[in-house]
């Protein structure tokens, strides 16, 4: 069973939504990353629906959500919108967030909506600060040159056209870990490419300057920290962080390997891992209730 539904957020705009699954099954919010959809998460979708209420939805100028302001605050409110409308006054659920997304869950952390729906939380190759500066996708070392460079090539305004061979392999480099499937590749590829060139620019800026550091100790639900350990986008630095400044991390998982692409690199552990969430504790308080 899947239907779409449209959230208004706090300026109007019109985000795209998704659920997937029975109503009344425990209920699951995937955020997506920068120059991703809601195509990104269909590992996820294929293998939790049957007995989970999955809900996923498209970002700012991503998918199916025209362009309008950006900025984490809005990333923030578009959260708050999606989930006052799929989920009922007090239901909990799992919110998981990749990448963006994860920034999405710590932007959120000090608001209303977010402490009443959360019951746990994964954070999916993510980081709260510094992203530009501990990037590795140029192999250089750090200093104030390569984070130029790296900001030029981030925040590029040329269209990266159609998807070819030569631009698999770069995309691979850049996201992925070295042993990742071709059809996986080519997969990213196809969801990364579809991303218009103005989202994709103005939103390399805002995490370019992104500071959500604060909302880390505004986080309070039970928070798994996942990442690829060949991850170059944020490197796992950022998720070692993140797991000894959360106020609840119950695990940081960090996958051999895998790049910065962790849903489609690596779906089973993903879905895995928010089965579990889900059903310690979402499945778990409604047996209790």
Same mark, same amino acid.
């Given at each position: 069973? =899947? ?11 019109? %985000? ?28 996820? %979708? ?7 209420? /999955? ?5 700012? &100028? ?7 302001? /950006? ?14 409308t ?11 967030g990749?990448?963006?997304g &994860? ?15 959360a *019951? ?8 709260s =600060? ?6 590795? %996708? ?24 159609? /998807? #070819? ?17 071709p ?5 990213c ?9 103005t989202?994709?620019? /103005?939103?390399?800026?805002?995490? *370019? ?5 604060? &909302? ?11 990442? &690829? #350990? ?15 400044a ?44």
């Open positions: 069973m =899947s239907r779409t539904l449209t959230a208004v957020s706090a300026d109007g705009s019109q %985000i795209h939504v998704e659920v997937h699954g029975p109503d009344g099954a425990p209920a699951v919010v995937l955020a997506h990353g920068w120059t991703c959809s809601t195509e990104f998460w269909a590992a996820q %979708i294929r293998e939790l629906a049957g007995d989970h209420r /999955v809900v996923v939805y498209d970002q700012r &100028g991503h998918g199916r959500t025209p362009a309008a302001a /950006v900025g984490t605050d809005v990333l923030a409110d578009d959260l708050e919108a999606v989930l006052g799929v989920l009922a006054p007090g239901e909990k659920a799992v919110l998981a990749h990448s963006m &994860g920034m999405t869950l710590m932007a959120a952390s000090g608001r209303a909506a977010f402490t009443e729906h *019951a746990a939380v994964l954070l999916c190759s993510t980081g =600060s510094r992203l530009i500066d501990e990037s590795l %996708i140029l192999p250089m070392r750090a200093g104030r040159l390569r984070t130029r460079l790296t900001r030029l090539i981030l925040g590029a305004r040329a269209p990266l056209g159609p /998807v #070819t061979p030569l631009s698999k392999r770069i995309l691979k480099y850049a996201t992925m870990g070295p042993g990742s499937a059809e996986r590749v080519a997969e590829a196809r969801i990364v490419h579809a991303c218009p060139r989202s994709r620019v /103005v939103w390399s800026q805002v995490l *370019a300057g992104l500071d959500l550091d604060p &909302g880390i100790r505004e986080l309070r639900a039970p928070t798994v920290v996942l990442a &690829g #350990t060949a991850d170059r986008l944020t490197p796992i630095v950022h998720a070692r962080r993140l797991a000894a959360l106020p609840e991390c119950l695990e940081l998982v960090e996958l051999a390997g895998m790049g910065h692409m962790t849903p489609v690199e690596a779906p089973e552990a993903i879905t895995a891992k928010i089965r579990e969430l889900a059903t310690t504790f979402v499945n778990a308080k409604k047996e209790a209730a």
